[in-house]
Every structure is written in structure tokens, then in C-alpha cells.
């Protein structure tokens, strides 16, 4: 039966519930605004359900496992017993009480969560189909309008996710018993976080990636560190392999991938995990309705105030363009709920930071030293290896550094890279400085806790300035 | 389609340029490259073209404005292109061309600069008001004057940047005065007052009035309006007179709730009134009287300025003076001149200076070098470009002859007549303005003898000469009256020792005191 179609009437219309959108629609919610979010899938989106909060959560818990059954050194022998679906329920746990507390919060904050597929019908219409027969389907009707759908990993052709044999980076972090093999194809920061934790539960592990080499994009002294960790771990590499085809097989898949030359390997496992990217998710607003196109990248395009080319209509998130990370869309939804309450808000940051998880960690924030030479500036380098920090060294972990690029005239810090560990932590220190329009000596002066990581960034900045204590200034 | 239009880098190290003057209007046609805007960079005056076919929407910033690189600075819309929203448009361009009530600053002087019309609802001090700022259709009528934020990295924290949004202040314009130059909360709340403070201060640069605007229109003291006023119809005739709007005029006293306002009080509203529209012309003319009068520092002005202190507190200065007897070189040039003028050439002694100079460059090539701190190495130029100091009504500046040993002095003269004429008239390209690796001013041009110049840094010497007239010369034991050329070198001793600058001078008094010697060069 169905029911026909409801209108309702609301002040703002959010589609997609991660974390652009929730994070709108809350912003909105706590100005006073009459919000409505929709979500046909999970609350949380990618981020909270199928990435980030999964993968640390899995990470952290194979690094326990890893890191109690390899402290010898330490004078500590053990060989932990893992299960794996325990783990993975333990996870489940993590992820439920967050997305739990997002719903919380949406009601506390006067949001009105709506279960469906929204899509456009006019510049004021939104169409939502409630899954299943017979649920019929309601119309909202908006004046303002947040596109929050973030965005899905691609698929390679002839390697279709089937969540069995071809496994996307959603489908490995829910597996039910850990495989004996996988092939990864990909060595970008999914494909690694992945291939590292597999590593770490004694899955034998091979990487094929069609680039040169591991994490395209981040620095080479960067990505040395991970790639040689990851060596130690047993991962085997293929560079310069593009997957071509797979085919079932008795242990469970064979992957052929083609060299520039058009050579064949094949890589024998028994399953595959394919993580080579994410694309935007736009075809299920239905975009056309409302006159909206896409650019060549296949984002939805905004302005500084995250606006799209119809003046009420906005975007956040992984839908409007690269970096696709949760803190972007998050900064992106707060403005545009600020906007479109009034407020002066605006995408006025000057450095996203990002981390990848791998180990080590990689943070980085702002310049490189080549960027900011590019940007016309006269970049100084500061360096602090964590070898020569005490508490690194306590942690058993000392592989890597602390890298800042600061203006040499001004002393303004432009840039932060680090390797190494608990980097996903000590970059917000620099993201800060940068926001802050700091300067070298404003970091190098400040004093940092002892015995801690942080000081690696102190140090940093104080060799840049040519007199760090605890190493030798070049 | 809106397309905007920022500030492009017209040269060579140039960060900002003060626009001059705007050479199309709100409305106008414009065709790709017609020129749109006189900027003056620290350099030399620059037009800048149009990059499209278009009408111009809106332009951001008053003649007189300091703008950064990279500024958007007008706002075209592209034929063919459609417009962004009629109701826009038509609202935008209603608050500008309409002089808003109580911008007294601009009626006072009789000038509304192109963009001053501020709309009301912008709140404080809402300087500019940006494209797309599109109020009428967002549903969102209170929203201030929207900004674009600016490209490139700001050095100014989060919560000053909102500030800056809030009050409508673009931070490319504000300068800052925390460390390093980091942006303060402080600068952008002065950058709002003076902002706010309008018009008057650009009076100065701005030097036409619009014909079109009348002197007459209501001077208004910032006063509020009520709706309905109570007064006697004799009161409302004395208004009317007096040109007074009666619901400006302060209220006496209630009645009913109704403001009542009495003859006297507007009679006393009228006179003050007029008091304020005195003050205020008078601030704008800068009447007889004041102590002190402040002029901006900026420009062609500033730069000199930068540079000066930049040479003297850098290179450890040494002047050596001497005196040529130029008895030869005046009759040579005397001979010389007639023919250069059958070619229609110009000649002074300059280029024949400028000769002796390079043979004096060749022979002591440290005086044609830099010092290269970084690498401390000394750069000696196998080039000889010799920078000559005019004086312009904008302040001094420096044109560059290059490759003097490959030209004649006819060329020279030639060439020193034209960059200096060019220099004068502002016309002059930047190239022209950069990479001499000596210098020579000729400051007996307007009179004097000696003086003690600057480096034109990082050049390491630098020759002043005095006017060429008769002194008293000993010659044989007896005092004659002799032509003579006073010279002051100034060199930068970190490079060059005394000894060798008396060399040099030597060896350039040489050149004057028998010019023949230019033959063989």
C-alpha cells in the first residue's frame, strides 16, 4: 500500500549524515534553526561506521597484540592469543556507542533525523524514499539545503567489490576470521593502515600498487619509514603493477596485474582488498533537478562559504573535493550552518593537517619546503630526529622526525611534517601555530613538557632558528 | 558571470600598488586589455588592462587605496555569460549610484568616489561590499557585507580573521604590528575606524570632483530618523526654510507618545548643523592655521626610503672628493653639441661622464661589483649598466643605461634624455628601473659642489657630480678661472678601500681632463 505523499516543511534540509553533515546539522541545531538530516544508510557516515574510528580501533588492538608479543628487548615474552572476532566485536562496540552519541546529540540539539534516500525534485523539493515496498515516500520542502554525501571507494573495473573473494576497505574491517593471505592493491594510506594491521596478525600480506611507491603524495623521507616498517613486518611489494583481472581459484584468488611494459604477474591469496581511492557519491541527490553539474573531478564546486552555485543551496565534505578528510567536512558543515544563520563564518583556514596511521604514523600540516619556495617564500627547515628524544626512545619507538618549514625573513611557521610516533597527535601543535600565525621563536620558547614527544617539536623549531639543545645544528 | 579581477603582479618584486585612478565606471563596457586603472607600484605608474570583454559590476577599492598583489580589485561581468541574478544586480547597483544618507564626508567636498556609497544595512564600518553579497535572495537580510577571503597564506589568528570579516575588513590591506608583522585583532579594529573615517583622507589623491554632484544635498550629522514628528505648522514652515528634515530635529518633548519639536529647537538643529558642515570643509581643505600637516609615507616616497636605510646601515659608507679641471672636456662638448642637435640629440656632459666612468670601472673592477653576503663571495660584473639618479616630482629615482661600453655617446645621450623624460612622466617600465651595477648623480644639475651621496645599494660605489662652472685654479703658480667638476665617490668600504677609491677618481679625472682618451676606449 501506498501511503502518498507527505509535505513537510523545514528550515534547513541536510542530506548525509557523516560528518559534514551531522556536524551542520548540530551547528545549525545549536542556532537555532529548524533542521532536518537525512541518512539512508548509517549515522556517522564513512568516517564513524567504515573508516576512520574502525580502522584505529583495529589498528590499536593488533598494535597491543604485535607489541606484547614483540618486546623482548624489553625483558617481556609473551605470545598473546588474538580472536579475532572478539576484536571485531569489540570495534562493533566502539562504533556503535559513537554513532549512538551522535544521534544523542542531533535530538539535544533539535535536529530531526530522517531515515531515507533524499533526493531533489525542485530548488525547494526534497524527495525522500524510505527503503522497503510499500513505505511510500514524503516530500520536504527547504529553504536552505546542505548536500553532505560524501563519497564511496572506487571500484576498479573487472574487480567489482563482492565482499567475498574482492573486498573494498569497508569490507576488511568487518571480516569475520582473518584470512590466511591477501593481495592489497593499493599502497596509498588505506591500502597501508590495512596491510599493516593484516601484517600485524600474521596474514601474509602482498601490496601491488601501480605508482613507484608507497603513500604517492607524501614525501619520500616520509614514506621510507612506513614502507621500511612494513618490509619488517613481512609485507611483500610489486611496484608498478596496475591490477588488470582476478579469477577464482582453489586457495581463493589469482590477481593479474600488467608493468607499463605489458607484462603479466599474478599474485595468488585468498582475497583481495582493493583500496585505490574514493570517489564523490552524487548520483543519488539527483543533481539534475536543481540544475546542479559536477566538474571534471566529478565534486560538486563551492565557494569560501561552501556555498554551490545556487545561493542556498551548500555542500561539505568529501562530495566538494580533495582532501577527503572527516576534519575538513567537519570544519566545512560548521561554516555553512553559520553562514546560512548569518554569522561572518567562513573557509578562512590556512592549513587542513592530516594523518596517516600507519607505523609510523605520518602527520603533516601547511608547506613543504618545496610549496612554500613555490609560494615565493625563502623557507628555513628546522629537523629533530626522534632518536635523540628521550621519550621516544622510552616508548621503544624512534624511528623518524619532527620537520618545520617556517618563513626565514618573518620566522612564520608555513609547514609541518612528521614521522613517527603518536605524528597524528603532535601535528595539531603545528596546525595550531599556523592558524596562529606563529612564529618560530613563539614555538621554540614555549615550554614543553618533559619527558614528552611534544618537545621533538620544540626542538624542531629551535634548530630551524639554528640552536636546538639535544642536537648537533647545521 | 561574474569574473573577478585581482590585482596582477605588475613587476618584479612589487607586493602592492596604490590605485591611482580608475579609468572606467561602474556600468561601463570594457574590451579585453583596454586599460581600466592607473596603479603606481613602488616603482613607476602601470595601467592595468581589462582580461576580458565584459561591463564592469563593481569596483573594490577607492583611487587612493594601497592594494596587495593578488587583491581582487573589480568585479567584470562576462558577455555572453549570464549575470548572476537580476535582483543582485539591481539592488548592487542601486546603493552605489545613489549617495547614501549620512556619508557626510563625501557630500561635504562635493566628491562621492566610485564605490563609496556605503549600503546601510552593512552595519559598522562595512567597507566593501563584495559580489554575490546577495542578501535580497539568501533570506538572510542581516548578514554583513560579504568578503572574499583573501588567497595565500594570512599571518593573523582565527578569531582576527573573523573579526575582520565581521567588520567588513579585508586583511590584505591591514597592516600588522604584532611579531613579525602578524595581524592583531588591534590593526583590524583600526583598519574599521579608518575605514570608517571615509572618504576624507583620500581626498588627496582623488582630484576630480563629479560635476554631477551638487553641494546642496543634506549634510547629515549622524542623527536618528523618526517616523512622525509633532510641530506646529509655523515650525514645519521655519524647517522647511531652513532645509531641516523635522524628524531629524532632537524631540523637545512627548506628547501622546508623539515626538514635539519647537522652532527653536530646529533653529538650534539648523545652526549646528551648519557648524558641523564648516568643520567639516575645513578639515578637507586643511585650512590656514594648522601647526603640522601629515602626508602618507608610502610609494614611490616609501621606497626610497626602504632603500636609503637599507644601503646606509648596510654598507659602511666612505665619500672621497676631488676636482677635475674640465676646460677640454667643455670645449669638446661645446663642438660636439651642434652636430648632436643636426641629429636632434641632446648632449650634456653625462655621457661622456658616464665613458669615463666605465674606463675607470674596467681598470677597478671592484667598483663595478656586489657583495654576496650569504655566500661570502664579492661579485664582480662583467657588465657595465650605469644607473643615473633624476629627480622626479614623485621622489628620486634611478633609470639604468645598460651595456655603456657598447655605446656611442650619441646613443647615451639619447638614451639618458628619453629614461629621464620617462622617469618624469611616470611612464617608465620597471625593467628599466632595475639592474644597474654603478651609479653616478648629477646633483650640480641643480647646483652645488660637493656632497657625500648614498649607495644605490647593493652596488658598492656610487659618483655625484657638481656643476660643471669656473672656479679659481692654480695653474703655474698663478690663479686662473678654469672650468672644474667637483666629484664625490661614495663607496661601500666593506668592498672598497680609500686607496683604490682615490684610484679610481684619479683615473676618471683622467677621462674628463683629456677626453681624447675616450678614443682609444
Known sequence: ?474 | MAREFKLPDVGEGVAEGEILEWLVEEGDAVTEDQPVAEVETDKAVVEVPSPVNGTVREIHYDPGSVVEVGSVIVTFDVEGEEAAGEEVEAAESEATGEAAPGAAESEATGEAAPGAAEPEAGGEAAAKPAPGDGAVETGAPDSPAELEIDEGRQFAPPSVRRLARELGVSLATVEGTGPSGRITAQDVRAAAEAAAAGTAAEEESATRPRDSEPADATPAPEVERRDRTLATPKARGVAADLGVDIDQVPAVEEREGEALVTEAAIRQFADAQQAAQTADAAAVAGTAGEREERVEYRGVRRTIGDRMEESKYTAPHVSHHDTVDASRLVEVRAELKERAEAREVKLTYMPFVMKAVVAALKEFPFLNSTLDEEADEIVLKHYYHIGIAVATDAGLMVPVVENVDQKGILQLAQEVTDLAAQARDRSIALEDLQGSTFSITNFGAIGGEYATPIINYPEVGILGLGAIQERPVAVDGEVVARPTLPLSLSIDHRVVDGAIAAEFTNTVMEYVKNPALLLIE
Not at chain 1, 539535544?108 to 524527495?127: I, P, Y
Not at chain 1, 565557494?303 to 566545512?332: C, F, N, Q
Open chain 1, 1 to 474: 500500500m501506498v501511503v502518498g505523499d507527505v509535505s513537510t516543511g523545514t528550515e534547513l534540509a541536510v542530506i548525509g549524515a557523516g560528518t559534514g553533515g551531522y556536524v551542520a546539522a548540530i551547528r545549525a541545531g545549536q542556532l537555532g534553526m529548524d533542521v532536518t538530516l537525512f541518512e539512508d544508510d548509517a549515522v556517522g557516515g564513512t568516517c564513524l561506521n567504515y573508516g576512520c574510528i574502525p580502522s584505529k580501533a583495529l589498528i590499536t588492538a593488533t598494535d597491543v597484540a604485535h607489541e606484547a608479543g614483540n618486546a623482548e628487548e624489553m625483558g617481556v615474552y609473551a605470545d598473546p592469543e588474538v580472536a579475532v572476532d572478539e576484536m571485531v566485536e569489540w570495534k562493533n562496540g566502539v562504533v556503535s556507542q559513537l554513532t549512538g552519541g551522535v544521534e544523542k546529540l542531533c535530538k539535544a540539539n533539535g535536529v530531526e533525523v530522517v531515515e531515507g534516500r533524499a533526493e531533489f525534485q525542485d530548488e525547494h523539493t526534497l524527495r525522500v524514499a524510505h527503503g522497503g515496498q510499500g513505505q511510500g515516500s514524503e516530500t520536504y520542502e527547504f529553504e536552505h539545503a546542505i548536500i553532505a554525501t560524501g563519497s564511496r571507494p572506487i571500484e576498479i573495473p573487472g574487480f567489482e567489490f563482492d565482499g567475498d573473494h574482492v573486498l573494498s576497505s569497508r569490507h576488511a574491517l568487518d571480516f569475520a576470521g582473518e584470512p590466511d593471505s591477501v593481495v592489497v592493491v593499493g599502497a596509498g594510506y588505506i591500502g597501508m593502515e590495512l596491510s599493516m594491521v593484516l601484517a600485524k596478525l600474521d596474514v601474509d600480506v602482498t601490496v601491488v600498487e601501480m605508482l613507484e611507491d608507497v603513500l604517492p603524495g607524501y614525501e619520500d623521507d616520509l614514506a621510507r619509514p612506513v614502507k621500511k616498517r612494513a618490509e619488517e613486518l613481512g609485507i611483500d611489494f610489486s611496484f608498478g603493477q596496475a591490477a588488470d583481472s582476478w579469477e577464482e581459484t582453489e586457495e581463493g584468488v589469482l590477481v593479474r596485474t600488467e608493468d607499463e611494459e605489458g607484462n603479466v604477474s599474478e599474485f595468488e591469496a585468498e582475497k583481495t582488498i582493493v583500496a585505490v581511492g574514493r570517489a564523490p557519491v552524487t548520483d543519488t541527490v539527483n543533481l539534475e533537478a536543481i540544475g546542479l553539474e559536477t566538474d571534471d573531478d566529478g565534486f560538486i564546486e563551492t565557494d569560501d562559504r561552501a556555498r554551490t552555485e545556487l545561493e542556498h543551496i551548500y555542500a561539505v565534505g568529501d562530495v566538494v573535493g580533495e582532501p577527503m578528510l572527516a576534519h575538513k567536512a567537519s570544519k566545512e558543515g560548521t561554516v555553512a550552518a553559520e553562514v546560512i544563520a548569518g554569522e561572518a563564518s567562513a573557509l578562512d583556514y590556512q592549513a587542513i593537517p592530516a594523518a596517516v596511521f600507519t607505523d609510523p604514523e605520518i602527520g603533516t600540516v601547511g608547506m613543504t619546503e618545496a610549496a612554500a619556495e613555490e609560494e615565493g617564500f625563502e623557507p628555513v627547515v628546522g629537523r629533530f630526529p626522534f632518536r635523540a628524544s628521550g621519550r621516544a626512545l622510552t616508548t621503544g619507538h624512534s624511528d623518524g622526525f619532527v620537520r618545520v618549514v617556517a618563513d626565514e625573513d618573518s620566522g612564520f611557521i608555513l609547514g609541518a611534517q612528521v614521522v613517527g610516533p603518536e605524528a597524528s597527535e603532535l601535528i595539531a601543535e603545528l596546525a595550531l601555530a599556523i592558524e596562529m600565525g606563529a612564529t618560530l621563536e613563539d614555538v621554540a620558547t614555549t615550554i614543553h613538557t618533559h619527558p614528552t614527544l611534544a618537545e621533538s617539536v620544540m626542538e624542531a623549531t629551535e634548530n630551524a632558528l639554528g640552536h636546538a639543545i639535544h642536537i648537533l645544528n647545521r
